[in-house]
């Protein structure tokens, strides 16, 4: 039996890859994409997962727009952060053909509470943008939690930061989002930070091997992944030279592979006042506090596993 799975992206370069991956995964049925804000404008972010899904020959799937700014406004000005950086890893030029295809009428967050309310399966959600729509639906109907066996995040750092020193980008866009969504009582909340995602980055030589696959899909996805590895050459060098994470894909690699991450339970506040640590996410790895967790949290993950898995995905979808 297939597992039904909602992925809300920002598309975006890594959310292309796991907007692929999810929808070739034979044991996943992607019933459909809803964009927020946050790599871009939700108009854009839009577009590119249209794109995509057009190219890849799934435009079947359907696309519904969700919100354009944060649920709360950010209570002030920021400095010394570094989030315009993004154009360098996610380029407004996005590398798909342009498309026909059209989003759906009816609007994410309206989607979303109507189709977990009425559904008689339990669904997946996987968000891996800013958690904007998924806070907004919860605010309509918080009961639709009932609906998701298991909510897979990408999001949040312990021992890392991408925008400012200690805080993720998807949390540190809508961190009372991210709170409202952390204290909604999922059955299962899986957290999958930078901590995880930058164990599995892929190389030069992923992506050539990619590339040898002959097909439009594949060369995108080189192509994505390529100038990921030069954003993160000028932005945030890795360990391993000319390598890159490709973060939102780890999400889905995690669904069709469980051991392709490692998780361990523990509490994880959101940090949503303080100008230093605004967006952090406070992950307890030694119990300090005493609370219950409310969250798995990889701290780890198998790149090689992860770049096996992708590479036969994208191989056997095309
Ligand atoms: O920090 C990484 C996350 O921010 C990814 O989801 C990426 O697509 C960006 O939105
Ligand atoms: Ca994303």
């Given at each position: ?166 805080a993720e980008a998807n949390i540190w866009h809508d961190p009372v989002a991210a709170d409202v969504v952390f ?81 361990a339970p523990y509490h994880v506040a959101i940090e949503t006042v303080s100008p230093v640590g605004f967006g ?39």
């Amino acid at each position: 039996m297939t597992r039904k799975v909602i992925l809300d992206v920002d598309t975006g370069t890594d959310d292309a890859i796991a907007i692929m991956l999810a929808a070739y995964a034979p044991a996943l049925d992607l019933m459909a994409c809803t964009t927020a804000w946050g790599n871009h404008d939700v108009g854009t972010t839009t577009t590119n997962t249209l794109r995509i899904l057009d190219l890849i020959g799934r435009g079947n799937i359907p696309v519904y727009k969700g919100l354009g700014k944060p649920f709360a406004p950010i209570p002030f000005l920021f400095e010394g952060h570094v989030d315009s950086e993004r154009e360098i890893i996610h380029p407004h030029d996005f590398p798909a053909p342009p498309t026909q295809l059209k989003a759906a009428d009816q609007p994410a967050v309206e989607w979303l509470v109507e189709t977990l309310r009425a559904t008689t399966e339990q669904v997946t959600l996987v968000p891996v943008a800013p958690l904007t729509n998924i806070a907004a639906a919860l605010t309509l109907d918080p009961k639709i939690t009932e609906a998701v066996d298991e909510i897979v995040i990408m999001g949040g750092a312990h021992a890392l930061g991408n925008v400012t020193a200690s805080a993720e980008a998807n949390i540190w866009h809508d961190p009372v989002a991210a709170d409202v969504v952390f204290q909604a009582g999922f059955e299962r909340l899986v957290l999958v930070p930078l901590d995880a995602t930058h164990k599995a980055n892929m190389s030069l030589e992923h992506t050539s091997a990619l590339r040898s696959l002959i097909s439009p899909a594949a060369r995108v996805a080189a192509d994505i992944v390529e100038q990921r590895i030069h954003g993160y050459n000028e932005t945030q060098p890795q360990v391993q030279p000319d390598s890159a994470p490709v973060h939102d894909a780890l999400c889905i690699a995690y669904l069709m592979d469980p051991a392709v991450i490692d998780i361990a339970p523990y509490h994880v506040a959101i940090e949503t006042v303080s100008p230093v640590g605004f967006g952090k996410t406070i992950v307890d790895v030694a119990a300090r506090t005493r609370k219950k967790p409310n969250a798995f949290v990889a701290l780890d993950a198998d790149a090689e596993r992860f770049n096996k898995l992708l590479y036969e995905a994208i191989s056997e979808g095309r």
